[in-house]
């Protein structure tokens, strides 16, 4: 990026700050609201507490995965093709196989409390647990060296042949005989419905996650625009460092190169080749 | 109650991490193109 194009961010920094202290005491509250303030109930006992994060946990995957799927048509789509919403795909989708992966567990924590097995191959369960696959695997393809366009338009058609997954995991239950219970609350149905303590409870686990997931979006979006340059501008950095051991001058404009490991899968940094 | 407790842990926990890693993995690359950004007048002030 040039002097003559300063980057502009659509979320100040104290916005952001604001958002991520907004999830904390979201977060506090549901946590209390699960373990202090509701009560276990007849039918659930102590495992009803669970409401509070399963639930919410297994939305908001589907708002990220949403996400991913209307930035890669924006992107797919020739009159508004960004580079931006690439990132925004790739951004989202992480976090979404986060929750994806963290709503498989806590339901198997509590299936195995009403079911009496961690695990079964129950349609919803089963259909969510390909959805987790199918993420990690655009993931995955995410990281394929590739030119720039080809990977973007590439990832773009495999999110939004994944995302088909999402209707077939919330419809599971009603498509099939399913273990798993249908919804909990209904708003046509009186006899769907939850007491106070546990709708707060619920309220507040989808007020957390919401919050939670905006922030890390927030996070991650700005993290792979850094990715981006770091990728373009980071052998001009080596470069210059090997130019000034030699007692070089640094070098001009930064090319536009792809300087392969500079970047470890483990989240450190390395300075890019030796 | 343990496994409710388990539960919750492993999900704030979880997000807590990731968040964590996210945040410095950010912090990592801005170090990192700081050079570049005082060059072009883009520092952070």
Known sequence: MSASTPRRRAVPRRGVTALGLAALAASVAAIVQGLVVMGPTENQGEYSRLLVVHPPLATVAYVAFGVTALASVLYLVPRTRRPSWDRLAGASAEIGVVFTALTLVTG?????????????WDARLTAEALLLALFLGYLALRRVPAEEGVR???????????????????YATSWWRTLHQGSTISLTRPDKHLDAAHGVGLLLG????????????????????????????????????????????????????????????????????? | MNDVLVGYGITFGVLALYA??????????????EPIDVADGEADP
């Open chain 1, 152 to 170: 973007a338009r590439r990832c773009a058609i495999a999110a939004l042949i994944a995302v088909l997954d999402v209707p077939v995991v919330h």
């Open chain 1, 108 to 120: 198997s924590i509590w299936g195995h409390s009403t079911w009496g097995v961690w695990w079964t």
């Open chain 1, 206 to 274: 989808f007020v957390a996650m919401t919050l939670i997931y905006a922030w890390l979006l927030i996070r991650r979006y700005r993290l792979e625009g850094l990715e981006s340059r770091y990728e373009h501008e980071g052998l001009t950095l080596a470069l210059d460092a090997r130019r000034a051991e030699g007692g070089l001058a640094p070098a001009g404009p930064a090319p536009a190169a792809d300087p392969v490991g500079a970047l470890s899968p483990s989240g450190s940094l390395t300075r890019g080749p030796a």
């Open chain 2, 20 to 33: 964590a890693r996210v945040l410095r993995r950010g912090r990592a690359l801005r170090r990192a193109l």
